[in-house]
C-alpha cells in the first residue's frame, strides 16, 4: 500500500498570497497518477488536478500541480477567499488501494 | 448537469446490516467504473470499493473485505454498496464517486475521481 504524507499540516495565510502544499509518497507513483481535492465543512471533496498537473473542468489557472515519482506539489498562485479549504493528496495508480494523504488545512491568517 | 446522488444511510447497531444507493444522472453511467469513499466524522478520506463499468472488476479495502458487497445496475443507472456485519468504525459520510478517464494518442488514462455525490451518513451505534 502506497502511504501518501502531507505537510504541512496546517498553512495560515492570507488572502492574495502563495500557498504551497507537499505530499511525499511512500514509493513511486505510476504514471504520475496524483490527483489533489479540495473540500470545504459540510461538502463532498471536488477534483483539483489529475495526473499530478492537469486541471480539473472549471478549475481556475491560481491552482496548479507538479512533481513525480514520490514527491507531488499543489501550488495556489493567488489565495482567494473561498479558497481555504481542507487540502487532499490521492494516488489512483493501477492497484488497489487508491489511497489519500491525511490532508493539508489551508486557513487564513 | 452531472449528479450523483446518495441514499440509505442511517443508524444501525453493531452487527447490523444497511443498504446504499448511488443514483447517477447526465453522462452515460454504463461508461464509467465507480467508487465509494468514506469520510469519519473530523477525519480524512479513506477509498472503500470499486467496481468497473461492466461489473467485471471489482475490489475492496481490507477493512471491509468480506463484509460489504458493491454492485450496480446500469439499467437503473446506480450503484450499490451492501453493508453487512457494520462495526463502529464504519460511522462515517459514504461517498460515491465517478472514475473518470480519457483518451489521447496514447490510449487511456484515468482522471481520478471526477464527480462527487453530495454523500449520506451511516452512524454505528448501540
Redesign the interface.
Known amino acids: 500500500e502506497i502511504v501518501l504524507t502531507q505537510s504541512p499540516g496546517t498553512l495560515s495565510l492570507s488572502p492574495g498570497e502563495r500557498a504551497t502544499l507537499s505530499c511525499r509518497a511512500s514509493q513511486s507513483v505510476s504514471?504520475s497518477?496524483l490527483?489533489w481535492?479540495q473540500?470545504k465543512p459540510g461538502?463532498?471533496?471536488?477534483?483539483l488536478i489529475?495526473?499530478a498537473s492537469?486541471r480539473?473542468?472549471g478549475i481556475p489557472d491560481r491552482f496548479s500541480g507538479s512533481g513525480s515519482g514520490t514527491d507531488f506539489t499543489l501550488t495556489i498562485s493567488r489565495l482567494e477567499p473561498e479558497d481555504f479549504a481542507v487540502y487532499?493528496c490521492?494516488q489512483?495508480g493501477s492497484s488497489?488501494?487508491?489511497?489519500?494523504?491525511?490532508?493539508t488545512k489551508l486557513e487564513i491568517k | 448537469e452531472v449528479q450523483l446522488v446518495e441514499s440509505g444511510g442511517g443508524l444501525v447497531q453493531p452487527g447490523g446490516s444497511l443498504r446504499l444507493s448511488c443514483a447517477a444522472s447526465g453522462f452515460t453511467f454504463s461508461s464509467y467504473s465507480m467508487n465509494w469513499v468514506r469520510q469519519a466524522p473530523g477525519k480524512g478520506l479513506e477509498w472503500v470499493s470499486y467496481i468497473s463499468s461492466s461489473s467485471s472488476t471489482i475490489y475492496y479495502a481490507d477493512s471491509v473485505k468480506g463484509r460489504f458487497t458493491i454492485s450496480r445496475d446500469n439499467a437503473k443507472n446506480s450503484l450499490y454498496l451492501q453493508m453487512n456485519s457494520l462495526r463502529d468504525e464504519d460511522t462515517a459520510v459514504y461517498y460515491c464517486a465517478r472514475d473518470g478517464y480519457y483518451y489521447d494518442s496514447s490510449g487511456y488514462h484515468s482522471k481520478a475521481f471526477d464527480i462527487w455525490g453530495q454523500g449520506t451518513m451511516v452512524t454505528v451505534s448501540s
Open positions: 504514471s497518477y490527483a481535492y473540500q461538502q463532498a471533496p471536488r477534483l489529475y495526473g492537469s480539473a473542468t487532499y490521492q489512483y488497489p488501494p487508491w489511497t489519500f494523504g491525511q490532508g
